[in-house]
């Protein structure tokens, strides 16, 4: 029995950018998935006296903006993108009062109109293209507070109209990395897309060995890694993961044959080094990155 998955995703007329939209909509392009929209309303849009007269001399004239909390507004946002109508969840918007955006996330999931989301859809505001995931920022707040998979838009996203048809997972072995990967196998059921298992930290190799090998060399931990898929899709097999791959670096990472349809599961918690790497990888490459709460902790 296949999962089904609900999207969760906040649009702001003024400060939302089209990432976390075209991501939600590519998730939700494909299989057994809904998307639901949060149309927040900050304290900061309360207008002035000014911006009353100019809204309202906007609305006579025809060339009016979406106002903050506007649904209607939000829920055409989310029928640009192309997802299907038979992917809107039954109450497709709904608007919440929020102090900001991380506020407007938890109040989203948790009020009484939204249905039960199985993962939220943040844009670039959740890391940095250079920096990459701050340990103490935005998007690690946002999964510790709901304790869901947190997707994050790179950059410039254009979003995959045909959806995502590939899961990548990082597996360094540990618990939290296996629970990341199983994850990674319910999701890419829900999607019908194909898993694929990677680690950050390559075979020890000389440099003379790296010279002379012509076959790839299995990494034991990807072998495990793709058992443990094979195993939790059972009859219904999904994968066929690539145990000759290993991200270890920007070089490496070129090489990985990224899809316009990938989706990235962080299976470990990154390094500062390894962070920034996975940053400017992800934004190079425009591929989206998963947060997941055992990984986060």
């Known amino acids: 029995m296949r999962d089904f998955y609900r999207f969760q995703v906040c649009w702001h007329p003024r400060t939302s950018g089209d990432e976390a939209l075209q991501l939600a909509c590519s998730l939700a392009a494909i299989g057994q998935t809904t998307v639901q929209v949060v149309a ?3 304290p900061s849009d309360a207008p002035t006296g000014t911006q009353r007269f100019l809204r309202s001399l906007s609305h006579k004239l025809g060339t009016a903006t979406p106002e903050p909390g506007d649904t209607a507004a939000a829920v055409r946002a989310l029928g640009t993108t192309g997802l299907g109508s038979n992917h809107f969840a039954t109450l497709p ?3 919440v ?4 955006l991380l506020h407007a996330v938890v109040e989203g999931v948790t009020d009484p109109q939204a249905l039960p989301t199985t993962m939220v859809v943040l ?3 959740a890391h940095g293209p250079q920096t990459g995931i701050d340990p103490d920022g935005f998007a690690v707040q946002v999964v510790r507070a709901l304790q869901l998979p947190v997707a994050i838009a790179p950059q410039g996203y254009p979003g995959s109209p045909s959806g995502i048809r590939r899961v990548t997972c990082t597996f360094d072995g540990s618990d939290a990395s296996q629970e990341a990967l ?3 196998t319910v999701l890419a059921q829900a999607l019908d897309a194909e898993v694929r298992v990677a680690t950050t930290t390559p075979p020890p190799l000389t440099e ?3 010279i002379t090998r012509r076959e790839p060399l299995t990494n034991p931990l990807l072998e495990t890694g793709c058992a443990l898929v094979t195993e939790w899709s059972g009859a219904d097999t999904i994968s066929t993961p690539e145990p000759d791959w290993a991200m270890q670096n920007e070089e490496s990472s070129a090489e990985a044959r990224w899809l316009p349809e990938e989706l990235v599961v962080l299976g470990h918690v990154p390094s500062a080094a390894d962070n920034a790497t996975w940053a400017r990888v992800c934004t190079a490459f425009g591929v989206p ?7 986060v902790g």
């Open 93 to 95: 918007a709904f608007s």
């Open 97 to 100: 009062e929020a102090a900001d």
């Open 208 to 210: 003379e060995e790296t």
């Open 40 to 42: 927040p309303i900050y």
């Open 182 to 184: 199983r994850m990674a």
């Open 289 to 295: 990155m998963v947060l997941v709460p055992a990984v």
């Open 123 to 125: 844009g670039p505001e």
